[in-house]
């Protein structure tokens, strides 16, 4: 597998567009709230929770964005997280594995992918990538936004989905990689690149679906994105009631707005 450790991702003009509507960095709270890590994909839905959690119980929580992996690396360093709300459970269990967590964590959501095309792009947004396919064999595609698959698990969803449509060896040269998903959106949703895979929980927001078209990536072609929440040991009182407040019909109702899939149960797994 080919390391990215040393591509640079490219910013190009225009590509942070979106910044404020898809990738704060946190929202804004005092020194004494629980500091929470989300996954980029949740830049839309999380907020949201967050604001139906504190108008429900008074409590506000600080909210911080990244791809998966890094939080991880931030966390195992020290980070002062107290709830952690991973795209990827396998980060969970490294961090149970270290002893970080109360437990093995809940099983939130599962997300989806799929190719995303700005308007004006050279590119037709086909969920089985066939036009893609064609527009990398004729020249028409230039650049195309994923996020880095070193530590972004829908980054890596990306590149076996491209894997499976047999190109991704083809479509190296023309990566363009963010740093988490949210920033890959935005590549692709500014026109910095033709095209990209995303998320499905990101192209559900009017910004993007203004953008351009999105068309969903077949499930089967990637391993599924089950994304799980976790306690941090010394979690306070208020980053378990959120906790808490992920699992309950409120916040399952904004994940499903959102295109998000839900669990069947929320039952902890063992470690």
Same mark, same amino acid.
Do not use: C
């Given at each position: ?8 991702i ?16 946190a929202i804004a ?5 629980? !500091?929470?890590a &989300? @996954? *980029?994909?949740?830049?839309?839905? %999380?907020?949201?929770i /967050?604001?139906l959690?504190?108008r ?16 991880t ?9 107290q709830?952690?709300?991973s795209a ?13 967590t109360?437990?093995?964590g ?6 989806r ?7 004006g792009?050279p590119v ?5 990538? !066939?036009?893609? &396919? @064609? *527009?990398?064999?004729?020249?028409? %595609?230039?650049?195309? /936004? ?5 530590h ?24 363009v ?9 935005q590549f692709?949703?500014?026109?910095s690149a033709?095209?990209?895979i ?7 927001t ?5 953008a ?7 499930a089967?072609?990637?391993?599924p994105?089950?994304?799980? @929440?976790?306690?941090?040991k ?14 309950s019909?409120e916040?399952h109702?904004?994940?499903?707005h ?12 063992p470690?």
């Open positions: 597998m080919q390391s990215f450790g040393r591509r640079a490219l910013a190009l003009a225009g590509a942070f567009a979106l910044a404020g509507s898809l990738a704060p960095a709270a005092p020194a004494d709230e629980p !500091a929470i &989300a @996954a *980029a994909d949740l830049n839309a839905a %999380l907020p949201q /967050a604001d959690f504190r429900k119980t008074g409590r506000t929580v600080k909210l911080t964005f990244g791809a998966s992996g890094n939080l690396q931030q966390i195992l360093n020290g980070a002062p997280f709830l952690f709300l990827d459970e396998s980060y969970v269990a490294r961090l149970a594995e270290a002893g970080r109360v437990d093995g809940t099983l939130y959501a599962t997300g992918i799929g190719l995303f095309t700005p308007r792009s037709k947004a086909d969920g089985r990538l !066939a036009d893609l &396919a @064609a *527009a990398i064999r004729d020249g028409r %595609l230039k650049k195309f /936004a994923i996020a880095n698959p070193e972004a698990p829908y980054g890596r969803a990306a590149r076996e989905a491209l894997t499976t449509a047999k190109l991704w060896d083809a479509i190296q040269p023309r990566l990689l963010g740093e988490n998903v949210a920033q890959a959106t692709a949703t500014s026109g033709d095209g990209g995303i998320p499905l929980s990101l192209a559900m009017p910004q993007v679906q203004a351009g078209r999105f068309a969903l990536i077949p089967e072609w990637h391993k994105l089950r994304q799980r @929440a976790v306690l941090m010394g979690a306070g009182e208020t980053a378990r009631a959120f906790y808490a407040f992920m699992q019909p916040a109702k904004l994940l499903d959102y295109g998000f899939t839900l669990p069947r149960t929320g039952q902890s797994k470690r």
